[in-house]
């Protein structure tokens, strides 16, 4: 029969219990016990970072705890995710992922991380559809003619994108396969330089957020013919969405989401979840994201993972298609 080690030496003694009065410390430690960062993966002033700035002010009232926006813009979203995928998994960083979080992976043949494996989502903040634009000099008045305008001119129809691998640039890719037209892709730095040359009619088309484009719109320096989500959006009732336009099966959504470093406790993921959820349905916040043309989800966790997976997937097959490179 096999012995317990027993030891009488006061100085291990006094150690083991340290070491369990420590370990009964953290797992007991209240969150948060300290400042958040909520990192950015963009500049300020755009969808992800105005979200950013209406959820973290929530969260310091309700916790007492500062949770402080970070800006990390810059490759692709790369260098701010590289930074969360690193971080302690103590929830108190948390990142604010876009629908590009999931394009990245096809796009690129090499990520400083692993998008499934290093991170824990914790809830998809909103979504919106992007709208369908065109210079007013186009003849198109719908989404049908606009095809059969471009299939008539292949490789003749300009069209701009924040950059390569954006959003505003794989929807249009999306388009081109799904209704077999050839237009030429012109990547901005930034969706401002798009719009702006897409307003001088540098380029004919674009498929740009409803926020940056709609008061062109109304102006009438651009047109409108759809809006890219499955439904349409109350920032533009008008509008039909593309499947209404024509264009079956389509959707392309701006989406916004947040995920923590993978290893955050469940309990952690939970909690964070719980208290945006209940953030996203204060008026003031509906008010302001629906102003933006972007609704609250607040998906659980579990639902937010699966998202994740089917946009890769469906975003893997538009990137090998259309044989879209980052800049």
Not at 56 to 61: A, D, F, I, R, Y
Not at 167 to 188: C, I, N, Q, R, W
Request: glycine share 8%.
């Amino acid at each position: 029969m096999g012995h317990a080690l027993v030891t009488r030496d006061p100085s291990l003694i006094c150690a083991a219990l340290a070491f369990a009065v420590a370990a009964g410390s953290a797992a007991t430690q209240p969150y948060p016990s300290k400042p958040i960062r909520l990192i950015v993966p963009f500049a300020p002033g755009g969808p992800a970072d105005i979200q950013a700035r209406l959820i973290g002010p929530k969260l310091t009232e309700a916790w007492g705890q500062q949770v402080v926006v970070e800006n990390r813009g810059g490759a692709n979203t790369i260098i701010a995710t590289e930074i969360t995928a690193k971080a302690d998994p103590d929830g108190h960083t948390v990142q604010i992922i876009s629908a590009g979080f999931t394009v990245n992976i096809s796009l690129y043949p090499r990520l400083p991380y692993d998008s499934l494996r290093d991170f824990a989502p914790v809830t998809q903040l909103t979504s919106g559809p992007a709208i369908v634009v065109v210079h007013p000099s186009l003849p198109a008045r719908s989404v049908k003619e606009l095809i059969a305008f471009a299939r008539a001119r292949p490789g003749q129809i300009v069209y701009a994108s924040a950059g390569s691998g954006s959003p505003s640039h794989l929807a249009v890719e999306l388009f081109k396969v799904m209704t077999k037209t050839d237009l030429v892709h012109v990547p901005y730095k930034g969706a401002a330089p798009a719009m702006t040359d897409l307003i001088a009619g540098q380029v004919q088309v674009s498929f740009p957020t409803i926020i940056a484009a709609f008061p062109h719109v109304k102006s009438g320096r651009l047109r409108a013919l759809a809006v890219t989500g499955a439904r349409r959006s109350p920032a533009a009732p008008d509008l039909p969405t593309m499947a209404e336009a024509g264009v079956t099966g389509y959707e392309a959504a701006n989406w916004f989401g947040t995920v923590v470093p993978a290893k955050t406790p469940p309990a952690i993921v939970s909690k964070l979840r719980q208290e945006i959820a209940r953030a996203l349905r204060l008026p003031d916040v509906q008010e302001r994201l629906l102003s933006q043309g972007m609704e609250p989800v607040s998906n659980t966790p579990e639902q937010f993972a699966d998202y994740i997976k089917s946009e890769m997937a469906k975003w893997a097959k538009v990137v090998k298609a259309s044989g879209a490179r980052p800049d």
